[in-house]
């Protein structure tokens, strides 16, 4: 079965500093990696995705992440955050493990005070 | 454009009672989503209809939970009866494939259930 793992539940950052959100995932095939957010009081939305190519995936919001292989992970970075990036954090993949569905990590709680 | 929705966005029922959960997902879009993320814990997948057809259910819980979509437009998701575990966020999406390859999964705001 596959799984994905998020490092932090819950990081505190002040504005300006830099951000990796850690993202670990179990599945031996091919997977579609994705990080969703969810603004508070709004709906979960994507933040960019990975399916195949160039490793390093821009999204949107000057948020970045990159997908090592051999590490299995699939890590979250933005080289200065904003107070307006306070946020739940999801990283989520697709596998071909026979559901359709998308597989998440129970998320991180991101806290930028001004 | 109209983005997913979702009624309730809030319901408090108590153990033992039913609920019928809603979703519309983007006009157009024929694949359709439920996740449910219980306290602390992950968001998981339940099922995914195509249309109107289950293409997989392999993630609901047990037979207390039916979701249907009749037509292949919105979706209703029923506990019956509920139990106190069954308290979480419901999560509907939807999508729109296009030659086989993934399309981006739009979220509903969910539904908080709260069994009593």
């Known amino acids: 079965a596959q799984s994905v793992s998020q490092h932090n539940h819950h990081v505190i950052l002040s504005e300006a500093a830099s951000l990796e959100l850690g993202c670990n995932y179990s599945?031996?095939?091919?997977?579609?990696l994705f990080w969703y957010v969810q603004y508070p009081g709004q709906h979960l939305q994507l933040l960019l995705k990975?399916?195949?190519?160039?490793?390093l995936v821009k999204g949107i919001k000057g948020f970045e992440a990159e997908f090592i292989k051999s590490k299995f992970s699939f890590n979250l970075r933005k080289p200065s955050v904003q107070w307006s990036d306070t946020a739940e954090y999801f990283c989520a993949i697709l596998g071909g493990g026979g559901a359709d569905g998308l597989t998440f990590g129970k998320g991180t709680h991101l806290i930028i005070q001004p | 454009e109209a983005g997913v929705t979702q009624f309730p966005s809030h319901s408090v029922i108590e153990k033992g009672q039913t609920v019928t959960l809603r979703c519309d997902p983007i006009?157009?879009?024929?694949?359709l989503y439920w996740y449910r993320r219980v306290m602390g814990k992950e968001i998981k997948f339940l099922l995914h209809f195509v249309k109107e057809s289950k293409q997989d259910e392999s993630g609901m819980p047990n037979n207390r939970f039916l979701a249907e979509r009749t037509g292949g437009t919105y979706s209703t998701l029923k506990v019956q009866p509920a139990e106190l575990e069954d308290s979480g966020v419901y999560f509907c999406a939807s999508s729109q494939p296009r030659g086989g390859k993934y399309n981006e999964q739009f979220f509903g705001p969910g539904t908080r259930l709260t069994v009593l």
């Open positions: 990975y399916f195949s190519g160039d490793p």
């Open positions: 599945y031996g095939g091919t997977v579609n």
């Open positions: 006009s157009g879009h024929d694949n």
